[in-house]
């Protein structure tokens, strides 16, 4: 079983929609979760980082945290072309392993 | 303010050859520090990761090495490359869980 696994996608997603991104966990002792966004070609960005079970939200991104569960999800409201990516889910299993999904490639369309 | 330097950003070295990749990060200290490696479509392989000087954890039997004689500076290493290093490699530090990345080097062993 992989650490992190997410949908593969490709997720296109209609230009003012809303996309939805899942990941899930195996180690249930896992503290902390985060969402990257990477370009092509470039390096993954910090979006999103959650804590506690909820929602918390940023701007036009939420993300997601059921850790009874062990699901992670990213929420990405009125979606541009701009949001067209790849989004790697991230989970911290102690304090220094941090640990990515394969990742989820978003196509926004105009 | 933190900035991480990786340096090149493009390689192209023939197999068989040495590999020295290096990272250094400013203003932070005893951070955490990361290789990852992201093989083309894929996601991201923890390599090596280190909490303090001389401090470094394998994660995949290969033929890498990292060294860190510095609070701040990474280094990644080969005595004799292999197809199968090229990628996308990138060094992320890490004070609180979540990891920030330099802008990588893309190596492509020939």
């Known amino acids: 079983q992989k650490e992190v696994e997410q949908n593969s996608g490709p997720l296109s997603v209609p230009e003012g929609a809303i996309a939805s991104l899942n990941c899930t966990y195996s180690d249930r002792g896992s503290q902390s979760f985060f969402w990257y966004r990477q370009y092509s070609g470039k390096s993954p960005e910090l979006i999103m980082s959650?804590?506690?079970?909820g929602d918390k939200e940023d701007g036009r991104f939420t993300a997601q945290l059921n850790k009874a569960s062990q699901y992670v999800s990213l929420l990405i409201r009125d979606s541009q072309p701009s949001d067209s990516a790849t989004y790697l889910c991230?989970?911290?299993?102690?304090?220094?392993?941090?640990?990515f999904g394969a990742g989820t490639t978003v196509t926004v369309r105009a | 303010s933190q900035t991480i330097h990786q340096w090149p950003a493009t390689l192209v070295q023939p197999v068989g050859s040495p590999l020295s990749l290096e990272c250094t990060v400013e203003?932070?200290?005893?951070?955490?520090l990361y290789w990852y490696r992201q093989a083309a479509g894929r996601g991201l392989q923890l390599l090596f990761y280190?909490?303090?000087?001389?401090?470094i954890s394998s994660e995949v039997p290969q033929n890498l090495s990292a060294s860190r004689p510095q609070d701040r500076q990474f280094i990644l290493s080969s005595k004799k490359l292999l197809l199968s290093d090229s990628g996308f490699y990138l060094c992320?530090?890490?004070?609180?869980?979540?990891?920030?990345f330099g802008q990588g080097t893309r190596l492509t062993v020939v």
């Open positions: 203003g932070t200290s005893n951070p955490n």
């Open positions: 992320a530090w890490s004070v609180k869980g979540e990891a920030f």
């Open positions: 280190s909490v303090g000087i001389g401090q």
């Open positions: 959650i804590y506690s079970n």
């Open positions: 991230a989970v911290n299993r102690d304090d220094y392993k941090l640990s």
